[in-house]
Structures are given as structure tokens and as C-alpha cells.
């Protein structure tokens, strides 16, 4: 039930770090991998990769945040490989920047590449997926999205943008989800931590080299591999609308927001009883409290 021999599999950023490591972890279980990146070499190099190996890829070198590059990256797979199984949406690029900072241009490149780029092949591949199904043609089909802790939970500095995005794409997931379930689709979300050219340019750390697909280091980006692998295979199939982080071996199931606490009263709130209220029965501080978030 791992064996992903027959599928094919479109993953976006696929050139480097997690993508990377997905593209020939898909491979080597039998996919045939669109590996799509702007950096042209680094997707020739994975399909070369992965073609030395026995398996099959072709490149895809579209900028995500053109809209038509997800009609483009599913038109590739059907007509090249026979069809659509597997999406993993995880090109991604962070810009670090204090809110008072951000440029308009900083704001609409995050935007589009993000979410926009996420938003733009979840939608094409969904389509072709629904005429599928409506024209008899029934399989298990899956999406895996590529979030970030910095967007559930959240709340990190600098981050602003990015985590917003990526809270979006957690946001999109659970409502993807119920939509595509009458055509037979499943759409997840992870949280993924690897030490890539992306953590360390975020981080301010020296670009980490390549991994060996068996080291057991945590931030090796192969451990968010398996656990794509996983969601890509049937086994997985009962699967939807769920948020993972993956670090290393451990693999946590997040929840969508939730209510925390309540407080109501018979009559319209003044200032002085909602602040009471709040400062005693949902914080536990005094009235005039102040609530300071953790980070
Ligand atoms: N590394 C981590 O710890 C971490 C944590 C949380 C989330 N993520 C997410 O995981 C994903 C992969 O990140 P990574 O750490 O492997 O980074 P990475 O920089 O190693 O890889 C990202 C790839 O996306 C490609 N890319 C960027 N913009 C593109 C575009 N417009 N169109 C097509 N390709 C584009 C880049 O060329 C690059 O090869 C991203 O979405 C990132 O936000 C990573």
C-alpha cells in the first residue's frame, strides 16, 4: 500500500531542501515526478537524479505565482505521464522584515508565491480531478500542502507576511477538503521543519549541505519526505483535512482554531463589565491586568 508505482506526481519548489527530498523519495516509490522549480538547474539536476536512479521525472520550470502555471503543471502530467495523483504544493521563499518594514513589492511577492501559488495548482488539479470523477474515472487522489509553524500557531516576529500566508494555506486546507470530498480528493497540511537553504537564509545560518537520504539528523529534510510519501500512498486514504508538523521522526497532529473561553452577560456589555469580566473570568487577572503574549 506505500507503492506509488503508476502515479504521478506534481511537486512545485521541488529543485531543493524539502521538495527535493520529496521528488526522489516519490520516485523511488514508483511515481513519475513533474518536479517544478524557477531555478532551472536545480530541477534538471533533480530529474537527472532521479532518471540515474531507474525512475521518472521530467522539469517543469514555471514561477508558481502565475496562475497558469498549474493548468500548465497538471496539462504536463496528464499528457506526459498519463495522468494526476499526487500534488504536494511546497514552493515557498520567506522574506524576514519587521510589519513597519515590509515594502509593498516584499508584501505582493510573499502573497503571490505562497498563497497565490498554492491557491492557483490546488485549483487546477482539483478541476481536472472533478471532470475525472464525474466521467466515471475514479482513483485515489491527494494534495498535501505545505504550511508552517510560523503560521499554525503562529505569532512569530518578523514572520509576519509568511505566516499569515501559511496560516491561510492551513486555512484553505480544512475547507478544500470538505469541497473536494464528493469527487474522492484528499487535501492535508503540513508543518515541516529541515535545515534547507530557506531555514538557514531565515535563520541567518550557513547554507547546510546535502543529506544523505539515512541520516538520522532531525532536520533532515528526507524525514518530511516519508511522511509525504505516506500521505501520497492509499494507506493514507482516510486522511482529510488534517494539519501535521513533522520534526525528524515526530509527527504532531495540529487542530483548527478552537475556543479557549466564553463570558456573557443579559445585557449589553459597558467597558468596565467586559474588562472585569475578562480580567477575572477568562484571564484570571486582576481588572487593569495586563496580557502579554508568550513570545
Ligand atoms: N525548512 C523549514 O524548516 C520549513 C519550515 C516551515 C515551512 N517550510 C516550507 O517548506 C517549503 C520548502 O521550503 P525549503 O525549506 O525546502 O526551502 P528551499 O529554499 O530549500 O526550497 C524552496 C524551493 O522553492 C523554489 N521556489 C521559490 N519560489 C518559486 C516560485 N515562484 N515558483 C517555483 N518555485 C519556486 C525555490 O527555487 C526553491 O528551490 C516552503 O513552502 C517553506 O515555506 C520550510
Redo the contacts with the bound molecule.
Keep these: 500500500m506505500d507503492s506509488l508505482d503508476g502515479k504521478v506526481a506534481v511537486i ?10 520529496e521528488a526522489v523519495l516519490l520516485a523511488e516509490r514508483g511515481a513519475a515526478v513533474v518536479v ?4 532551472r538547474d ?2 534538471d539536476e533533480v530529474v537527472a537524479e532521479i532518471v540515474a536512479a531507474g525512475g521518472r521525472a521530467e522539469a517543469n ?6 496562475w497558469k ?1 498549474g493548468h500548465e503543471m497538471v496539462r504536463q502530467a496528464v499528457e506526459n505521464f498519463g495522468g494526476l495523483d499526487v500534488v504536494v ?6 522574506r524576514r522584515a519587521p510589519i513597519t518594514e515590509v515594502t509593498e513589492t516584499e508584501l505582493d511577492t510573499q502573497m ?3 498563497f497565490k ?2 491557491y492557483g495548482l490546488i485549483h487546477h488539479a482539483a478541476a481536472y480531478w472533478k471532470r475525472e470523477s464525474e466521467a466515471g474515472r475514479h482513483a485515489h487522489r491527494t494534495i498535501v500542502a ?5 503560521g499554525v500557531p503562529g505569532g512569530v516576529r518578523e514572520f509576519s507576511v ?1 505566516g499569515a500566508m ?1 496560516a491561510g494555506i492551513a486555512a484553505l486546507v480544512l475547507g478544500a477538503a470538505l469541497e473536494f470530498r464528493p469527487f474522492g480528493v484528499t487535501v492535508n497540511a ?10 538557514a ?2 535563520k541567518g545560518l550557513a547554507e547546510p549541505g546535502p543529506y544523505a537520504p539515512d541520516d538520522p539528523d532531525p ?1 533532515n ?1 528526507r524525514h ?1 519526505a516519508n511522511v509525504v510519501g505516506y500521505l501520497a500512498s492509499a494507506r493514507a486514504a482516510w486522511l482529510s483535512g488534517q494539519v501535521f508538523e513533522i520534526t525528524g521522526t515526530q509527527v504532531r497532529q495540529w487542530v483548527p482554531w478552537s475556543v479557549a473561553a466564553e463570558v456573557d452577560d443579559d445585557v449589553a456589555w459597558t467597558g468596565e463589565a467586559l474588562d472585569t469580566a475578562l480580567a477575572t473570568r477568562v484571564y484570571g487577572t486582576l481588572p487593569g491586568g495586563r496580557v502579554i503574549p508568550k513570545r
Design positions: 512545485t519548489g521541488a529543485g531543493n531542501g524539502i521538495g527535493r527530498a517544478n522549480d524557477v531555478g536545480l530541477a520550470y514555471a514561477d508558481v505565482s502565475d502555471s504544493t511546497n514552493a515557498g521563499l520567506v503571490s508565491v505562497l501559488g498554492t505545505t504550511s508552517s509553524s510560523a509568511y501559511k503540513i508543518l515541516p521543519h529541515a535545515a534547507t537553504r530557506m531555514d537564509l531565515a532536520l529534510p518530511v
